[in-house]
């Protein structure tokens, strides 16, 4: 079948245009979750880079998920974000920061929902159970807390998303929270982090994500691929995106991209030229509703 070339939304990318509202792009080079070097990423990624990056796909719409910037000052990403959009028209959509667990979320919140592209909050709680590079938070059940709790039913009752990244060892503690918080809307990021393609790897993947299929809050961003084969890596992104789609089909399944990251490695021309041909096999109607439909319904841009 011939590859899908309708219109895209990249539901999952990063601005960097002010370096020193990162400061851990200023920390020495120590292992992070995308390598144990990482200079290629400490670099400006301007919108105008993003556009010409867009080009060769029709991206036609994209959402800007948190970079760690200053966590002291976060609805500041955001309103840098709102005015590069009303300038350049990018991105439609914005994924801010906040710690959920702060006393002070209902305040943050406020200030984030004054700019008109803010659509979720991300949060990063990964927690790997083997490798001490792979975490954000301090403990495996950072998210059983009541203050995180409450944090996501703030989210849901200022009817925004919650972009959830952690490790198939997560899985069942974001299936039971789901259930609590159920009208609020919740993305997997990056498919849930698989690590590796050996069989032992793939089935624990596979094992965890069942626990969320019947949480229907529950979406598949399939993004960022390749953290960790850190290249481009055709069957990693088949196993992903196929697996993602067969047990939750393309009504909650979408395409991003986790450019500029990726860029260590791949192009986003490369990038989405390999995920478009491992699902070629997919119909016309799946295909259009993980590249541009389903990410339009559920950022509402």
Known sequence: MP??????????????????????????????????DWSALKREYQVEDLKADFAAHNVVKSVHVQANFDISRPVDETAGLQAIADTHGFPQGIVGHADLTDPNL???????REHANLRGIRQQVYWHPTNEY?????????????????????????????DFQGFA????????????????????????MLTATDDSTVTEWRDALKLLVPCENIFIKVSGLNTYTRTLDETVMDIAANTALDM??????F?????????MWTTFDDYTSTQKKVLAGRTAEENRKFFH?????????
């Not at 309708?6 to 792009?25: A, C, E, I, Q, T």
């Not at 939750?248 to 399944?253: E, L």
Request: charged share 20%.
């Open 169 to 192: 060892s997560q899985f069942d503690d974001l299936a039971m929270l789901a259930k609590e918080v159920s009208n609020l809307k919740i993305c997997l990021v990056h498919a849930g």
């Open 248 to 253: 939750f089909g393309a009504d909650r399944c």
């Open 293 to 301: 439909d389903t990410a339009i319904g559920f950022y509402e841009i």
């Open 3 to 36: 590859l899908y070339d309708g219109p895209v939304v990249d539901s999952h990318h990063h601005l960097f245009w002010d370096l020193k509202n990162y400061p851990w792009m200023d920390q020495p080079m120590r292992p992070m979750i995308f390598g144990d």
């Open 106 to 112: 209902d305040v943050i919140i406020a200030g984030h």
């Open 255 to 263: 395409f991003g991209s986790n450019f500029p990251v990726e860029a």
């Open 134 to 162: 792979w975490r954000f938070v301090g403990r495996h059940d950072f998210c059983l807390s009541t203050s995180f709790r409450r944090g996501l039913s703030v989210l849901s009752d200022n009817n925004l998303t919650f």
